[in-house]
């Protein structure tokens, strides 16, 4: 009786842990530190050293863009205690501050750019808030506004959010400037109002298409522009809130956040669960108490949102758990006390991704590097458990085509105990480019059930993978 085999022409569909590895789609799988790319599930692009030298008051605690009236661009990043911005010219980065910051490790920075005024507003929740001009040093913003813990810019308005007035918080309150005017908060049409009717603090202000959306910890609003009242706030949701200030990115003028038990999209006109697939898993592990250190990052070019979470015992995000929006997939990668990130466009309009640590340096993401600064990347990509006949069954497992290329050698495992222990299968040596005829490994596994694990670790090396073939006898041939 010839071999049956089960036909996997991509793993494209990303990560299900919501049902049993047996019923799942054959296209979803387990990936680590792998992306989908143009047909093929590959290795992750590397990072690489963005600027030579760390931010003193170490870890990063944000960056912000500021893109003038004059084309200029600059990206900036704060520390605990110091600003900076990066000079595209020497690859370094600038001290811009002249009086430090006061906060803490705890304490994340909000920024907004505020056209009208070509300057961009720094705020930490703890000290005055401070401009830049895109010259010089940061200033104090004048006109005295009251201390944010968050801000945002609705033309002609900078909104601040939870706030501290004459040393009294009061995290239910936003404030606006006179128009056109961030350095004039007593009259004229400058204002304020309450967010009240749900008790929770405003955790983020962010502007949404020609909204600001206010995410407080247990509900979220939208504030628009009104002829007798300036600025007014509705509340549209209830019951779902934001973890942190930093865990929201915008792709294509929709929202994409972290909540409390879920991962949402938010375009103004609702709000859309899309965590389905990974949630469970991702809840399951992370640390509540340290929530308010998760973060979101638009990955532009690969059309993904990368959330960053910390886990269980850790200080640090140490995963990010990437949504493709495009394709409604999702990937996980490793990373190392990572605390900030953002995508930036240079004057040399090429879009970047910029991610920061805990000792104060800054990464770039590099399609050209396939290593992490000189840190070999761990990946590999788990397939679901196939089966085949009916589920009580035994097969005879005897052969695996694969199609792959790269700079490396591919190791194939396999595990019949739904991934708790591992069997080396076989390695291959791949070509530099796709083969015509695929690679062939021989087994031989008695089970009901199998799955395989495609990886490499290897410095430096790199490997798509396209499609892969099990082949299996049915039962009446199993033991034959």
């Known amino acids: ?59 990063v605690m944000g960056y912000g863009t500021f893109y003038m009236g004059s084309g200029a661009r600059h990206i900036l990043r704060v520390s605990t205690n110091n600003l900076e911005k990066y000079n595209e010219l020497t690859n370094v980065w600038d001290d811009i501050a002249v009086t430090p910051f006061s906060g803490d490790a705890d304490d994340y920075f909000a920024f907004a750019t505020v056209a009208e005024s070509d300057l961009i507003a720094i705020s930490n929740g703890v000290d005055n808030i401070r401009k830049w001009t895109g010259s010089g040093n940061q200033q104090l913003l004048g006109g005295t506004p009251p201390i944010c813990k968050t801000m945002c810019y609705l033309s002609p308005y900078l909104i601040l959010g939870n706030l501290i007035e004459s040393g009294t918080p009061n995290p239910w309150k936003v404030a606006w400037c006179d128009t056109a005017n961030p350095e004039i908060w007593t009259g004229g049409n400058s204002g304020s109002e309450l967010l009240s009717d749900e008790s929770s603090e405003i955790v983020r202000l962010k502007k949404l298409n020609e909204y600001a959306a206010a995410y407080k910890k247990d509900s979220l609003w939208l504030g628009r522009l009104d002829v007798s009242d300036v600025i007014s706030f509705d509340c549209v949701k209830t019951g779902i809130g934001i973890v942190s200030k930093n865990a929201v990115a915008e792709a294509e003028a929709v929202h994409y956040f972290m909540g409390y038990n879920d991962f949402y999209s938010w375009d103004s006109s609702g709000i859309t669960p899309i965590g389905k697939g990974v949630r469970d898993e991702v809840f399951s592990t992370i640390d509540k108490t340290q929530l308010h250190k998760c973060f979101a990052v638009h990955a532009k070019d690969t059309t993904e949102i990368w959330f960053a979470v910390v886990t269980t015992g850790q200080t640090y995000p140490t995963q990010i758990w990437k949504y493709n929006y495009r394709y409604g997939i999702w990937y996980f990668d490793t990373i190392a006390n990572i605390t900030a990130g953002i995508e930036f466009e240079g004057n040399a309009f090429a879009e970047r ?33 196939f089966v085949a006949d009916k ?20 190791y194939v495992d396999y595990s019949i105990d739904r991934g708790t222990t591992w069997t080396s299968l076989s390695s291959a040596t791949l070509e530099a480019s796709m083969p015509i005829f695929p690679i062939t490994l021989w087994f031989d596994v008695v089970s009901s059930h199998i799955r395989f694990r495609f990886r490499n670790a290897g410095d430096g090396e790199y490997f798509y993978l396209r499609k892969f073939f099990p082949y299996y006898l049915g039962r009446e041939e199993a033991f034959k």
């Not at 991704?353 to 840190?375: C, E, K, M, Q, W």
């Not at 589920?391 to 591919?410: C, H, M, N, P, V």
């Open 391 to 410: 589920f009580e069954y035994e097969k005879r497992w005897l052969q695996i085509d694969l199609w792959a290329y790269g700079s490396a050698t591919l």
């Open 353 to 385: 991704t910029i991610l920061g640590d805990s000792s104060g340096y800054s990464y770039r993401v590099d399609p050209t590097a396939h290593n992490d600064n000189g840190v070999a990347i761990s990946s590999y990509v788990i397939t679901k458990d």
């Open 1 to 59: 009786m010839p071999l049956l085999r089960i036909p996997v022409l991509l793993p494209s569909m990303g990560m299900d842990y919501s049902r049993p590895a047996t019923l799942i789609d054959n296209a979803n799988c387990f990936p680590q530190n792998m992306s989908f790319s143009r047909g093929d599930i590959t290795k992750r692009a590397g990072r690489s050293l963005f600027g030579d030298t760390a931010i003193s008051g170490a870890p």
